[in-house]
């Protein structure tokens, strides 16, 4: 079985410095991963992928990750944040053998960004 | 405009009283899925469709019911609802079934069942 966990329930970084969410997951084989954000009052929307090719992952809105095998880990980083980055962030994982329930959710972190 | 859409978006109900969340999407996606998402607990999956005519349960199916009776069309129906099925839900469709694939998510019903 799968899991993800996510370190922090809550970040609170300032504008303009950066930004780090912390995802570690277990899973048999190779899975894929996923970062999702949520906006206030809206749906998810996907940031980032990984589906081991490249292990530093390039996402929308100038944000990253990097699959670290041997960590077990999927860190989200930004270098500089925005106040447009304040949401909630989910750390999502797919297992390579799965019987259609495609995706285990981590528990979710609260971006907050102060000016 | 791609999209996965969802109706209605806020729901409040009594207990028992019998009611349907329809989401549809406009993309020929093959897999469909409901998810309900609770504080702390991020999303889990409730069931999900592979294709037509076929559903099975995800992780939280008790009290739930589907049904693909269309590609486009996956409701999810409560047929007595209670207060612990009170909380925010969302379907998601993806091209295929696969591991790498990308999901779409709808934006979401707010249901509170007093």
């Known amino acids: 079985a799968q899991s993800v966990t996510q370190l922090d329930s809550h970040v609170s970084v300032s504008e303009g410095t950066p930004v780090l969410l912390r995802c570690n997951y277990s899973s048999s084989y190779s899975p894929s991963l996923f970062w999702y954000v949520q906006h206030p009052n809206k749906g998810l929307q996907l940031l980032l992928k990984y589906t081991s090719a490249a292990t530093l992952v390039k996402g929308i809105n100038g944000f990253e990750a990097e699959f670290k095998k041997s960590e077990t880990s999927f860190h989200l980083t930004k270098p500089s944040a925005h106040m447009s980055d304040a949401a909630e962030y989910f750390c999502?994982?797919?297992?390579?053998?799965?019987?259609?329930?495609?995706?285990?959710f981590g528990g979710g972190t609260r971006l907050m960004v102060k000016p | 405009e791609a999209q996965v859409t969802q109706n209605p978006r806020y729901l409040i109900t009594v207990t028992g009283k019998k009611l349907t969340v329809t989401c549809s999407q406009n993309m020929n996606h093959e897999y469909m899925s409901w998810y309900r998402q609770d504080p702390g607990l991020g999303l889990r999956q409730i069931y999900y469709s592979m294709n037509v005519e076929v559903t099975d349960k995800g992780d939280v199916p008790e009290g739930y019911k589907v049904s693909r009776k269309e590609k486009r069309n996956f409701p999810l129906i409560l047929e007595s609802p209670s207060p612990n099925q009170t909380s925010l839900y969302f379907c998601a469709s993806s091209l295929y079934p696969q591991q790498s694939e990308t999901q779409y998510f709808g934006p979401g019903t707010r249901l509170l069942v007093l």
């Open positions: 999502v994982v797919s297992p390579f053998l799965n019987a259609g329930n495609m995706l285990t």
